[in-house]
């Protein structure tokens, strides 16, 4: 293979990977119930959506509970999400707190 020809499979490569990185950015996620409860590594961008749309402001307890289920767990009146797969030990959790 000549040296003109890596650098297009290069040149290739770069825009196919620009493309993907901005075509991921560029994508609209909406809450689904479904995705919420069975996909958890899609629960980061559905939590970025329900903060967005304010969909969480003015309802009490019993409303976020019927929209999201059951809370991973509750302290102090507080509710947590689990967000994503737990990283090992549980280090660096990412939640969504109400």
Do not use: A
Not at 30 to 59: A, C, H, V
Not at 76 to 93: A, E, K, P, V
């Amino acid at each position: 293979m000549n040296k003109k020809s890596k650098e297009i499979l290069l040149l290739i490569g770069v825009i196919i990977f620009l493309f993907s990185i901005f075509n991921k950015k560029g994508k609209k996620v909406e809450f689904n119930i479904t995705q919420w409860e069975n996909n958890l590594s899609y629960r980061s961008e559905i939590s970025d959506y329900l903060i967005k749309e304010k969909n969480l402001i003015g309802k009490d307890k019993k409303e976020i509970i019927s929209l999201l289920g059951e809370p991973t767990y509750i302290n102090m009146n507080i509710m947590y999400y689990r967000l994503g797969n737990d990283n090992y030990m549980n280090i660096d959790s990412n939640l969504l707190i109400i």
